[in-house]
């Protein structure tokens, strides 16, 4: 059984910087697409990032150019710097992993469809206020 495990969250100012950091406990093989994505409260979860397999990423137009996401295959571990954070960040940060079973489900993943993920972790609350 995968077990995503998020860690990094906390309270930030305006402009600040946080990194979070993911274990995929379980995890075998690297043939998935692994993602980030966020829920704010009163809102849809939403996709933030995305890293696949062979390393290619893909980022929601609103944290494009502030987030960064990156991985280590050999500690199962995904994370995501963001710098630059606004209020409008704040939301509960969740990792969830995808298998790239096809190339039909690793486009579906890459473009952070959310039923395409299989495993989600309980994520990690990110706060930016001043």
């Known amino acids: 059984q995968v077990q995503p495990v998020e860690s990094g969250g906390g309270l930030v100012q305006p402009g600040g910087s946080l990194r979070l950091s993911c274990v995929a406990f379980g995890l075998t093989g690297d043939d998935y697409c692994l993602g980030w994505f966020r829920q704010a409260p009163g809102k849809e979860r939403e996709g933030v990032a995305v890293?696949?397999?062979?390393?290619?990423?893909n980022y929601a137009d609103s944290v494009a150019g502030r987030f960064t996401i990156s991985k280590d295959n050999a500690k199962n571990t995904l994370f995501i710097q963001m710098n630059s954070l606004k209020p409008e960040d704040t939301a509960m940060y969740y990792c969830?992993?995808?298998?790239?079973?096809?190339?039909?489900?690793?486009?579906?993943?890459?473009?952070?469809?959310?039923?395409?993920?299989?495993?989600w972790g309980q994520g990690t609350q990110v706060t930016v206020s001043s």
């Open positions: 890293i696949a397999s062979d390393g290619r990423t």
């Open positions: 969830a992993a995808g298998p790239e079973t096809s190339s039909f489900a690793r486009s579906m993943l890459f473009s952070l469809a959310q039923r395409y993920y299989n495993y």
